[in-house]
């Protein structure tokens, strides 16, 4: 194989990557905000709901919430949902892995909102109390408050831990490989076993440095643009 | 008739009572500063005013209509308490600027969203009262690019953007390094030649002396004395009080 054509496939490889990576972005950041919502509750049982749910996703190992996810419905309720997902989207429109990819989206959703959760809870919680005691005493109602000068504030300050969150997710999406979703490792180690090629091993870590060198790029930009005021 | 009749007003925290049944009564145009030394009562005082704390018993009116009523329960829903707080403005200590808004921004924020007139009339406003406050060449900075008396200054003009009919201040002028005291000072003095009806709770006896119609002393929760600065800085009657002004002008 030629060295194109080990980038095309391990580019195959990535592009579900990248798909696992923007899924639990768009759907994983505004998950967490609810979850961050009820952590903060003064309704005592709700509170303690979701500190629980968020220590179990934070205290166990993402693999193994992958492995929990996939297999779970089917050793449980004798129902496998995500297998039987797989060969219904295998056989109908000839897609692979489609199951799996779902399986693993779900369990990646749930953790990447859980740690965005604490984060967007951290930056409610460090916005000082004059600012909300300001906006009571001008009569502003608390969702004008919160929408008009707590939310921006908030952003500017959790965009350096989200970045690293989000750089984090790039990287954890090898993860998926667990449960033989062929994302690039997974692909590269295809190459290994069929092909006796060790190399496009190591070069997919040119794939991730890439994309971590446009997010860090991106977000930097965004540090920047919000850095016009001091909170 | 007053404008201002606080009647009986109680606070606890806990079992700490911070305010044992404070009564007082304020004209329009009319300024009242509120002396004393921490821990008498005098923020919570302010706070029970502009509603951040409830106080557990008494009354607020203010011209003639009962805002608070501890055992009105009416008078004690979310929304009422809102909508009651604009009879008041609020001057912090700490400023409590809009970091995120520039310094017009800040004065046409609560305007613009609760509906105040059009956006040109409450620009016009706000312009006004930032060249009131001597900050019209600042229109467009953010507040972390101003002093410390800039910034009050600018918390002055947000809070008279809404035209309350009191405006408080909590000391004013104690974050501030001494050489910024002296333009916030001016600017409170100011609004008292245009018959501004206020409260100022402050450590500058000076000012109480010269500024204020009338002066409170409060200890320990309770008014341990009130009249004009003539009667309180120069006939004290009661012991505290003395003691108090004492210590105030013994500090070398």
């Known amino acids: 194989m030629s060295f194109l054509e080990v980038t095309a496939f391990l580019w195959d490889g990535f592009l579900i990557s990248l798909l696992i990576f923007a899924v639990t972005l768009l759907c994983g950041a505004p998950l967490g905000l609810p979850i961050a919502f009820c952590s903060m509750s003064r309704f005592k049982p709700v509170k303690a709901v979701s500190k629980v749910i968020v220590w179990i996703v934070r205290g166990v190992p993402l693999m193994l919430q992958i492995f929990i996810i996939y297999y779970v419905p089917g050793l449980l309720f004798e129902t496998p949902i995500f297998s039987q997902m797989d060969r219904f989207f295998f056989v109908n429109y000839g897609i692979a892995d489609a199951g799996r990819i779902v399986a693993v989206l ?7 909102a859980c740690y965005f959760s604490e984060i967007y ?41 989200m970045s690293n969150e989000i750089i984090t997710l ?62 | 008739m007053a404008l201002l009749e606080a009647k009986n007003i109680t606070k606890s925290f806990g079992k ?44 607020i009116t203010v011209g003639g209509k009962v805002l608070y009523d501890g055992s009105d329960a009416t008078t004690l829903s979310d929304e009422a308490i809102r909508q009651n707080r604009l009879h008041f403005g609020l001057v912090f200590q700490n400023f409590n600027l809009f970091p995120q808004y520039t310094v017009l921004e800040n004065v046409t924020l609560a305007p613009t969203l609760l509906k105040r007139g059009t956006p040109q009339e409450i620009e016009q406003t706000a312009l006004r009262l930032l060249e009131q406050v001597g900050l019209s060449d600042k229109l467009g900075s953010y507040p972390h690019q101003l002093s410390g008396g800039q ?45 501004t009806t206020m409260i100022v709770v402050t450590h500058e006896m000076e000012f109480a002396r010269c500024v204020a119609d009338r002066v409170i002393y ?7 004395e009130m009249g004009t600065p003539e009667q309180v800085f120069g006939q004290p009657q009661s012991e505290k009080t003395k003691a108090f002004l004492r210590g105030a002008q013994d500090l070398f």
């Open chain 1, 106 to 112: 779900i369990a990646f959703t749930l953790n990447y």
């Open chain 1, 121 to 161: 809870r951290g930056g409610i919680e460090s916005i000082s109390k004059g600012q909300y005691e300001a906006g009571y005493v001008l009569g502003l109602t608390k969702s004008q408050i919160f929408r008009k000068i707590i939310l921006k504030q908030v952003i500017q300050r959790i965009v350096p831990p």
């Open chain 1, 170 to 231: 790039i990287k954890d999406t090898a993860l998926a490989n667990c449960i033989i979703v062929c994302e690039i490792i997974k692909q590269a180690k295809e190459l290994a076993a069929t092909k006796a090629m060790i190399w496009p091993l190591f070069y997919t870590g040119v794939f991730y440095l890439v994309f971590v060198g446009l997010l860090t790029v991106v977000l930097g930009r965004l540090e920047k643009k919000l850095s016009y005021f001091r909170s």
């Open chain 2, 16 to 59: 700490t009572e911070v305010l044992k049944g404070i009564s007082f009564s304020l004209n329009k145009g009319e300024v009242l500063s509120i002396i004393g030394s921490s821990g008498s009562g005098k923020t919570t005082l302010l706070r029970c005013l502009n509603f951040l704390e409830l106080p557990d018993e008494g009354s």
């Open chain 2, 151 to 195: 910034q009050q200054r600018v918390a002055i003009a947000r809070a008279l953007a809404l035209r309350p009919e009191v405006l408080c201040f909590d000391e004013p002028t104690s974050a501030l390094d001494p050489e910024l005291t002296g333009e916030v000072l001016r600017v409170i003095r100011g609004l008292k030649d245009k018959d």
């Open chain 2, 218 to 224: 409060m200890a320990d929760g309770v008014i341990e």
